[in-house]
């Protein structure tokens, strides 16, 4: 098994950056596919990006691409989220998750992913 702690969120204007980590503690997290999903109020939680165990590959959302990058540190057992180029509609609750299963490079469900962070607001004004 292995926990998940975010943080990093916060209020941010428009156009703005946030760097979102993910802690991992127990078993390492190189042996999980790791992703970020948001939630936004009123809406389901939906997919932001995944990446490979090595770190080789990763998956955006279309929303996202070319503005988010998802990274990961095996040394450090953190999973990063840096998100450039804010948008009000960023807004969401955002949380870290880990999957034990085979890597797809396709939009995942949260159903994919069976560990999961307890959240951290992202807020970004216009």
């Known amino acids: 098994q292995v926990a998940l702690v975010e943080s990093g969120g916060g209020l941010v204007q428009a156009g703005g950056s946030l760097r979102l980590s993910c802690a991992a503690s127990g078993r390492t997290s190189y042996s999980y596919i790791m992703g970020w999903f948001r939630r936004a109020p009123g809406k389901e939680r939906e997919f932001v990006a995944a990446?490979?165990?090595?770190?080789?590959?990763?998956y955006y959302t279309d929303s996202v691409k070319g503005r988010f990058t998802i990274s990961r540190d095996s040394a450090k057992n953190t999973v990063y989220l840096q998100m450039d180029s804010l948008k009000p509609e960023d807004t969401a609750v955002y949380y870290c998750?880990?999957?034990?299963?085979?890597?797809?490079?396709?939009?995942?469900?949260?159903?994919?992913?069976?560990?999961w962070g307890q959240g951290t607001q992202v807020t970004v004004s216009s």
């Open positions: 990446i490979s165990r090595s770190g080789g590959t990763t």
């Open positions: 998750a880990a999957r034990g299963g085979a890597w797809y490079s396709r939009t995942y469900d949260w159903q994919d992913f069976g560990y």
